[in-house]
Antibody, heavy 123, light 110 residues
Framework: QVQLVESGGGVVQPGRSLRLSCAASGFTFSIYGMHWVRQAPGKGLEWVALIWSDGSNKYYVDSVKGRFTVSRDNSKNTLYLQMNSLRAEDAAVYYC????????????????WGQGTLVTVSS | QSVLTQPPTASGTPGQRVSISCSGSSSNIGRNYVYWYQQFPGTAPKLLIYRNNQRPSGVPDRFSGSKSGTSASLAISGLRSEDEADYYCSSWDDSLSGWVFGGGTKLTVL
C-alpha cells in the first residue's frame, strides 16, 4: 500500500535551516509528481512546493521562494524540502503528498498524504 | 486570506443534506479542476473529490461535487455523525502557478 513517511521536523531558531525528508513506498515513486503542503497550528492548509516526477521543474508558493528548495532522489524513493532562513510564520505541520497525475507536466491534486512532521520556529 | 473562499462553518442534522461552497476566480476554479479534502483533527487530509465531481474508490456516494463558472460546491447527503470534520477545496491557479486552498469549513453534525 502507498506509504509516505515524513521526518526531520523539530524546533529551530529563526534564521536557521532545516531539511525535511519524505520516504515513499508501495508505489513507483519516480513516475509521480510530489508536493509539500503545510498547516500552521489551528489554521488551514497551504500548498508549499511541487516537483515533477523527473525533478525537471519545481514550483513554490511566493512566501517561500528563495528560501525553500524541493528536491528528490528517485533512486532512494525520497522527497526533500530544504528550508533556509526560517521565520516564525513557517511553523507548521509539513505534509508530503503524492500527485494524482503520472503525466509529466500535469498536476492533479493530492491523492495520498503522509502523517506530517512538525516544524517549530522559536528562539 | 485564502485565494478560495469557503464558509468557516456549516452544520446539519443526521440524515440531512448539506452543501459547502467554494468561490474562486477565472485564474483558478474558472479554468481548472476543483478538488475536495476531508480532515479529522490530528490527522492528514484525505482526498474526497477530484476533477470537480469524481470520487476516489472507497469514498461513499453520499459525497458529491459540482462546479459552475468560478464556484464549486461539495454536497453531503444522508449526513452522519462521522462526517463531522474540516473540508477544504483546492484548485490550481494559473496566475500564481501554484495550488491554492480554501480556508476550510468545519462541519458540525448536530
Amino acid at each position: 500500500q502507498v506509504q509516505l513517511v515524513e521526518s526531520g521536523g523539530g524546533v529551530v531558531q529563526p534564521g536557521r535551516s532545516l531539511r525535511l525528508s519524505c520516504a515513499a513506498s508501495g508505489f513507483t515513486f519516480s513516475i509521480y509528481g510530489m508536493h509539500w503542503v503545510r498547516q500552521a497550528p489551528g489554521k488551514g492548509l497551504e500548498w508549499v512546493a511541487l516537483i515533477w516526477s523527473d525533478g525537471s521543474n519545481k514550483y513554490y508558493v511566493d512566501s517561500v521562494k528563495g528560501r525553500f528548495t524541493v528536491s528528490r532522489d528517485n533512486s532512494k524513493n525520497t522527497l526533500y524540502l530544504q528550508m533556509n532562513s526560517l521565520r516564525a510564520e513557517d511553523a507548521a505541520v509539513y505534509y508530503c503528498a503524492r500527485d494524482l497525475s503520472v503525466v509529466v507536466g500535469l498536476t492533479e491534486g493530492f491523492d495520498y498524504w503522509g502523517q506530517g512532521t512538525l516544524v517549530t520556529v522559536s528562539s | 486570506q485564502s485565494v478560495l473562499t469557503q464558509p468557516p462553518t456549516a452544520s446539519g442534522t443526521p440524515g440531512q443534506r448539506v452543501s459547502i461552497s467554494c468561490s474562486g476566480s477565472s485564474s483558478n476554479i474558472g479554468r481548472n479542476y476543483v478538488y475536495w479534502y476531508q480532515q479529522f483533527p490530528g490527522t492528514a487530509p484525505k482526498l474526497l473529490i477530484y476533477r470537480n465531481n469524481q470520487r476516489p474508490s472507497g469514498v461513499p456516494d453520499r459525497f458529491s461535487g459540482s462546479k459552475s463558472g468560478t464556484s464549486a460546491s461539495l454536497a453531503i447527503s444522508g449526513l452522519r455523525s462521522e462526517d463531522e470534520a474540516d473540508y477544504y477545496c483546492s484548485s490550481w491557479d494559473d496566475s500564481l502557478s501554484g495550488w491554492v486552498f480554501g480556508g476550510g469549513t468545519k462541519l458540525t453534525v448536530l
